[in-house]
């Protein structure tokens, strides 16, 4: 499922956290700022049924309460680990009242963990990017462009030497 996901301001780490009363009604512009998304995928996420608004202004605008912003924040944290939005929706659609709870939380609890092992892997696969970021930074470094001679064969015979006998995989796309 395509979704617009374009971040809002300055991207995630711009998310404001600032506490919000249970009672105070946001626009769907604070909300959106306030999660960290645009006000795009707010509507998108309501038509998907993962969020609705508590109620409308006079005007006609959306209102919502930090229930909403919570829910949001989970559905952004659900997406982090692995889950799509058709998963969380699915879940949702079990957790209806009157449900037995135990097969609900028992599936809940499996998807997690192996929500979990999927950031891991991520997270070791951004850590080993990194790394090679940083290889291939030091390898441009130590060239001083050999008194004006031009990029030619020998530039990378260097730059093997200098990186251990393997050019940085973040180099071999551009060189």
Not at 54 to 79: C, M, N, P, T
Not at 121 to 142: Q, S
Not at 157 to 165: I, L, M, R, T, Y
């Amino acid at each position: 499922m395509s979704e617009p996901d374009e971040p809002a301001g300055d991207g995630p780490d711009a998310v404001d956290r600032e506490p919000i009363s249970a009672d105070a009604l946001l626009k769907i512009g604070d909300l959106a700022r306030l999660a960290g998304v645009t006000p795009r995928t707010v509507r998108f996420y309501e038509d998907l049924g993962l969020l609705q608004p508590d109620s409308r202004s006079e005007g006609g605008f959306r209102l919502y309460r930090a229930a909403q912003l919570h829910r949001l924040r989970a559905v952004l944290a659900l997406k982090d680990v692995g889950f799509s939005l058709d998963d969380i929706r699915a879940y949702r659609d079990l957790a209806t009242e009157g449900a037995l709870a135990f097969g609900i939380m028992a599936r809940l609890k499996e998807r997690l963990v192996a929500g979990k092992g999927q950031l891991r892997a991520r997270i070791e696969r951004l850590e080993a990017a990194m790394a090679d970021l940083e290889r291939a930074e030091y390898v441009l470094g130590t060239c001083h462009g050999c008194d004006a001679k031009k990029f030619d064969a020998e530039c990378h015979d260097c730059w093997k030497q200098v990186s251990g006998g393997a050019l940085p995989e973040a180099l071999k796309a551009v060189i």
